[in-house]
């Protein structure tokens, strides 16, 4: 066991995604040695009451009573010198529209120039409240984010009006390569501004932009659930992640 001094102490911030995330180490379905673990944030409509205020992320009344049960420690409110660094999951981050509507483009007429690209994943992320805290936070802490996997298939019609194939008819059709290029432009904006995404394994996406069934929350069909995801795949973006923060260990010593 690494001794006291060698733990690294890291906070997951996010929304009802946690959840998953949670019950992937409470179930031990995923190990991260020398990581001690804190959660902050909130589920639903009470996510979006988060602010920032003097550099830290605070939450509006709304949000009091579910940071409680989240955090666990009585923490009130979130700065980049409580921990050794960050993981924002989840929280309003939909890749899947940037990507979808990457992929729609790439697909039809074609992509527009580099610039353009780059301006509309930058519009994309700066308009995500969440997004903007990471952007803060990794001027002080190493950040990573992962967010908000592709919709789960098979729930629901994706291609009923106001729906994601309604939009973006062309993205169900997606290659590996198709998506590996959105993916990589909004990988590369946002690492501009010092916050690294992690991708969605594409072993885990079916159906051009939709995450397998088999990841799937309980009883996804019946709450037509098509956002969150099973502590298996919490367990699999926390492999994803503890691999990049150990090789970033290893550079830095």
């Known amino acids: 066991m690494p001794s006291a001094r060698k733990i690294k102490r890291i906070c997951l911030f996010g929304d009802s995604?946690?959840?998953?995330?949670?019950?992937?180490?409470?179930e031990g379905l995923v190990q991260l040695p020398g990581i001690e673990v804190e959660f902050f944030g909130a589920p639903g409509p009470s996510f979006r009451s988060f602010e920032s205020l003097n550099g830290r992320i605070v939450p509006g009344p709304e949000a009091l009573p579910a940071l409680s049960l989240v955090n666990g420690a009585g923490r009130t409110s979130l700065g980049p010198d409580d921990?050794?660094?960050?993981?924002?999951?989840?929280?309003?981050?939909?890749?899947?529209?940037f990507v979808a509507?990457?992929?729609?483009?790439?697909?039809?007429?074609?992509?527009?120039?580099?610039a353009v690209q780059e301006a509309m994943a930058y519009d994309f992320l700066i308009r995500v409240r969440a997004w903007?805290?990471?952007?803060?936070?990794?001027?002080?802490?190493?950040?990573?984010f992962i967010p908000t996997p592709y919709p789960t298939e098979g729930i629901l019609?994706?291609?009923?009006?106001?729906?994601?194939?309604?939009y973006y008819p062309r993205a169900e059709f997606a290659t590996v390569a198709d998506r590996a290029r959105a993916w990589q432009m909004l990988m590369d904006v946002s690492q501009k501004s010092g916050v690294p995404l992690l991708a969605q394994p594409d072993h885990t996406v079916t159906r051009?932009?939709?995450?397998?069934?088999?990841?799937a929350t309980k009883d996804a069909a019946a709450k037509e659930d098509i956002s969150h995801k099973s502590p298996e795949f919490a367990a699999l973006m926390l492999q994803n992640w503890y691999a990049l923060w150990q090789n970033r260990a290893k550079i830095d010593a």
């Open 17 to 26: 995604a946690l959840a998953a995330y949670r019950h992937a180490l409470t």
């Open 83 to 97: 921990f050794d660094a960050f993981l924002f999951i989840g929280a309003r981050l939909g890749a899947a529209d």
């Open 101 to 114: 509507a990457h992929i729609h483009l790439a697909r039809g007429s074609g992509l527009p120039s580099r």
């Open 132 to 144: 903007r805290f990471a952007r803060d936070f990794a001027r002080h802490r190493p950040v990573m």
């Open 157 to 166: 019609d994706l291609s009923a009006r106001n729906r994601l194939f309604a």
């Open 208 to 215: 051009g932009v939709l995450t397998q069934a088999r990841y």
